[in-house]
């Protein structure tokens, strides 16, 4: 389906721009346009594909550093044109749709390393700098941020800060705010606000925790300084399984009670353990994707070679039809699968590894060795590729992060999982353990006849899902932040508070000009 852009900004607008960044940095090209009118966001990804896209800005544009952006900001109200941040665009909510058109403002031009300092273990790097660019060169130095996203490759560290982004090893490290100790941050007004380096303030509000979060609503990152960590001399690998989810989740409550830090920390549930494997075997269904699954237990390969257009129908079929897929859960016969890694000195892993496997073999684990674990750390992020295989086929897929504490963590899953499996292919696995609680990482599955049926479907599930993780006191987002598409369930998360958040808003950017219609705003 072709697609029609709506008219791009005027000439005079573009020419503006450009005598503040350059003709080439500055684009209206349709193109350009397209791109960046969707993020990684479900719906939008299946709009595109049909050409159903309705929202576009009118311009992007590329500055090289703080000062042509701020006067881009400062441009932006003369203009008449709302002002859209931009790092990578791999958010999954809809965080940097144009719903109003305007500028989109990219900073990944912004990306340097400003200086990582040996004695204080800081780095301070510009906004837009690429998080494996900023993790292998502090990797050069011999030092880890510790923050692996999974879209690490593709997001920048002005997106992880807006969105309050959490990584794979946050069990040891901690999400982006905990790294956080400064922030450089251009205000809607053009003004500069800039947070002193020290270990720790006790001066009143803390308005680096403020702007951490706000998605480009309070205005745009353009520079951090975060906690860095030598980086570790040894890593120790092991993998249990457990008989159900409680009992596992009772392991790894019992090894953050004892101090233990495990960077990684990783418990698939059974249908999830079916999918990431249970042996070190290459063979038979570890490490595959959903749509991989479905090829292998539904449908021979013989049949997709031949018939294509059915075999796509008939995965279609199955992802559609909840209680046949959910069927698939009667072929996990290996229970739960926790991946546990440790990382650091080698007195401390072997002191961490051994304490872990003595709680776990207590609690009725059964040790499957390093493999398995050592086979995670090394497809860590294979899984958020191997996505397009499932919208090829037909359906469409979605993830869901919510986190509660450990006495509720149990009737969390149950919740959401009684309330979405009559709708969709369901599994799950809990990452992002603390002492106090764990994040539950739910991933959804299912098929619509077209992009409207798919939007409506979708945002039926997650009413469900919110709705059941609201009513056990669970928090609806542990990091992938709210953009858009969680957006009307900000009231039920903060309650009367949003009102301040709103007047805060209103006080930095009083004509809501930045991300408009974000946040529930």
């Keep these: 389906m072709a697609l029609s852009l709506p008219a791009p900004a005027a000439r005079e607008v573009v020419d503006q721009l450009a005598a503040i960044v350059g003709p080439e940095q500055v684009s209206v090209a349709p193109i350009d346009r397209l791109t960046y009118a969707r993020d990684m966001y479900t719906v939008a990804i299946i709009k595109h594909a049909e050409g159903k896209l309705e929202h576009f800005p009118h311009v992007i544009v590329w500055p090289a550093n703080e000062d042509e952006l701020i006067r881009v900001v400062k441009l932006a109200p003369d203009l008449g044109l709302p002002v859209i941040p931009f790092g990578a665009g791999s958010g999954v909510c809809g965080g940097t749709l144009p719903i109003h058109g305007g500028i989109m403002l990219d900073v990944k031009r912004l990306g340097r390393i400003v200086e990582i300092n040996d004695d204080d273990l800081t780095v301070t790097a510009q906004a837009g ?155 038979h269904t570890q490490g595959k994707s959903l749509g991989d699954l479905l090829q292998i237990e539904q449908i021979g390969n013989r049949v997709r070679t031949l018939a294509p257009d059915l075999f796509r129908k008939a995965q279609r079929f199955v992802a559609g039809n909840a209680q046949i897929a959910n069927q ?56 958020s590729y191997k996505m397009s295989k499932v919208y090829y086929n037909g359906a469409f897929v979605d993830t869901i992060e919510v986190a509660t504490t450990w006495t509720r963590l149990i009737d969390l899953y149950d919740a959401v999982c009684a309330a979405l499996k009559p709708h969709a292919f369901l599994m799950a696995h809990f990452s992002h353990a603390y002492p106090d609680g764990c994040s539950i990482y739910f991933t959804f599955v299912t098929s619509a006849a077209d992009a409207d049926e798919a939007a409506t479907k979708h945002a039926f599930i997650w009413s469900l899902a919110m709705k059941a993780a609201g009513g056990v006191g669970a928090t609806l987002s542990h990091h992938h932040g709210i953009g858009l598409s969680k957006a009307q369930y900000m009231r039920d998360e903060h309650g009367d508070m949003m009102r301040v958040y709103r007047d805060i808003k209103t006080v930095m950017d009083d004509a809501h000009r930045f991300n408009p219609g974000k946040m529930g705003l």
Excluded at 152 to 166: F, Q, Y
Excluded at 177 to 189: F, G, H, N, S, T
Aim: hydrophobic letters at 40%.
């Design 129 to 283: 700098i690429n998080g494996q660019v900023l993790e292998m060169e502090l990797n050069r130095h011999g030092y880890t941020l510790g923050h692996f996203p999974s879209s690490i490759h593709c997001s920048t560290l002005g997106g992880w800060v807006a969105a309050r982004s959490a990584g794979q090893l946050s069990s040891k490290y901690g999400k982006i705010e905990d790294m956080l100790i400064a922030l450089r941050w251009v205000c809607p007004d053009g003004r500069v606000y800039s947070s002193p380096i020290v270990p720790g303030r006790s001066t009143g509000p803390d308005f680096d925790q403020i702007l951490t979060g706000s998605e480009g609503t309070l205005g745009v990152c353009t520079e951090a300084t975060l906690r860095i960590c030598p980086y570790p001399a040894d890593r120790r690998f092991v993998a249990f399984t457990f008989p159900d989810v409680p009992t596992a989740t009772e392991a790894m409550r019992m090894m953050l009670r004892n101090d233990l830090r495990p960077a990684a920390m990783r418990l698939y549930d059974a249908l999830d353990t079916m999918l990431v494997g249970t042996s070190g075997s290459t063979e």
């Design 328 to 383: 698939l859960e009667l072929l996990a016969k290996e229970g739960c699968m926790l991946i546990l890694m440790f990382e650091g000195e080698r007195e401390l892993t072997d002191y961490e590894f051994e304490a872990a496997v003595m709680i776990c073999e207590r609690l009725g684990g059964t040790n499957k060795g390093p493999k398995p674990a050592i086979r995670w750390f090394e497809n860590r992020h294979h899984v």
